[in-house]
Nanobody, 116 residues
Framework: QVQLVESGGGLVQAGGSLRLSCAASGTIFGSNVMGWYRQAPGTQRGRVAV???????NYADSVKGRFTISRDNAKNTVYLLMNNLKPEDTAVYYC??????????WGQGTQVTVSS
């Protein structure tokens, strides 16, 4: 059974930083595409950042230059370092994994709140 467990969310002032972590189990982590998505109240869940099996990254325009996604295959963990946070970054952040058979898995989400 695949499990994704996020941690690291919280309340931070605008301009501050947070680092989210997502620990995966029950899957061959190194073979999976990993990503972070977010959903604010009243909006659809949207992609924030993705990292491929080879380490290539892709970011939403709204977070380019501020957020960094990385992965540690030895620890089965993906990270999202968020710098210069803005109130509009407030959302529930979800970890996502896609395996080699295109099956999708989601974490339970972690709340990030940025105060102005």
């Amino acid at each position: 059974q695949v499990q994704l467990v996020e941690s690291g969310g919280g309340l931070v002032q605008a301009g501050g930083s947070l680092r989210l972590s997502c620990a995966a189990s029950g899957t061959i982590f190194g073979s999976n595409v990993m990503g972070w998505y977010r959903q604010a109240p009243g909006t659809q869940r949207g992609r924030v950042a993705v990292i491929s099996r080879s380490g290539s990254t892709n970011y939403a325009d709204s977070v380019k230059g501020r957020f960094t996604i990385s992965r540690d295959n030895a620890k089965n963990t993906v990270y999202l370092l968020m710098n210069n946070l803005k109130p509009e970054d407030t959302a529930v952040y979800y970890c996502h994994s896609e395996d080699t058979e295109w099956r999708n898995y989601w974490g339970q989400g972690t709340q990030v709140t940025v105060s102005s």
